[in-house]
C-alpha cells in the first residue's frame, strides 16, 4: 500500500464532518501543488468529487467567495443533499453552467483558503501543502507564462494580506511535502492527542491506528 493509499484508507476511518460527509481540505500557498495531491487523492479515494476553490473565486473576489461556498456546498452537503454551484470561468469573466457535487463518504475542496476559519468547523481533516510561498510562487508563474505575470503580480499581494488575517497552516492537521517519488506526511501544529484521534503519523506517513 503506497503513501496515498494509506492516507485514503486513514480518511474513510473519520467520522463524518459535515452531514454525511467527511469534507477534506487541502490548502497551500498557490503553486504549491495541492490541486495534483487532490487529484491523486480524489484517485486513490475512489474517484472522490473535488469543489476547485477556483471555481468560486473571480477576479474581483480573491477569497471573498465563503458566501457561495456556504450556500451553494456546504449547507446543502450538511442536510445530506446534492450540491450544485456554478463555476465561474476566468477567461469570460462569468459564471458558467450548474456543476453538481454529490454527499459522497469524502469531499476534497481545494484551493488557497481551504482550511480558512469560516470552513473549519465543517472539516473532518485538513491538509496543509509544505513548500513555502515564494518557491511556490515562482512555480506557479513558470505554470502560467508570461501572459500572466500581472495577476500573479496582484494575487501574491492578496495572498499574503489573506494569509495575514486568516492563516490556514496554523491549524492544518497534517503537513504534506512532495518528495520525488509520493509524498511526505508530517503532523501538523493543528494535531492534538487523544483517545479519538484515529488518524497517527508513523513513519513519515498518515495512517490509522
Given amino acids: ?3 496515498l493509499d494509506r492516507a485514503a484508507h486513514a480518511l474513510l476511518r473519520l467520522p463524518p464532518s459535515c452531514g454525511p460527509v467527511r469534507l477534506v481540505a487541502v490548502d497551500g500557498h498557490a503553486g504549491s501543488g ?3 495531491l487532490a487529484a491523486r487523492l480524489a484517485t ?17 473576489e480573491l477569497f471573498e467567495w465563503t458566501g457561495r461556498l456556504r450556500e451553494q456546498v456546504l449547507d446543502p452537503l450538511a442536510r445530506g443533499e446534492e450540491a450544485s454551484y456554478r463555476p465561474y470561468d476566468w477567461r469570460l469573466r462569468r459564471f ?9 463518504p469524502v469531499v476534497l475542496v481545494e484551493g488557497v483558503g481551504a482550511g480558512r476559519a469560516m470552513v473549519r468547523p465543517f472539516l473532518a481533516w485538513s491538509l496543509w501543502m509544505e513548500r513555502g510561498a515564494e518557491w511556490s510562487w515562482e512555480r506557479g508563474r513558470r ?6 505575470a500581472a495577476f500573479w503580480d496582484g494575487w501574491t ?10 492563516p490556514s497552516r496554523p491549524f492544518a492537521d497534517t503537513l ?34
Avoid at 503532523?187 to 497517527?200: E, R
Fill in 1 to 3: 500500500m503506497n503513501d
Fill in 34 to 36: 495541492k490541486s495534483t
Fill in 44 to 60: 486513490a479515494l475512489g474517484d472522490a468529487p473535488v469543489l476547485r476553490l477556483d471555481d468560486l473565486a473571480t477576479h474581483e
Fill in 96 to 104: 458558467g453552467e450548474a456543476r453538481t457535487l454529490p454527499p459522497s
Fill in 143 to 148: 505554470r502560467d507564462g508570461p501572459d500572466q
Fill in 157 to 166: 499581494v492578496a495572498e499574503t494580506r489573506h494569509f495575514a488575517g486568516d
Fill in 176 to 209: 504534506v511535502r512532495e518528495c520525488e517519488e509520493g509524498y511526505e506526511w508530517l503532523p501538523g501544529p493543528g494535531v492534538t492527542a487523544g483517545a479519538d484521534q484515529i488518524i497517527t503519523h508513523r513513519d513519515g506517513f498518515m495512517s490509522v491506528n
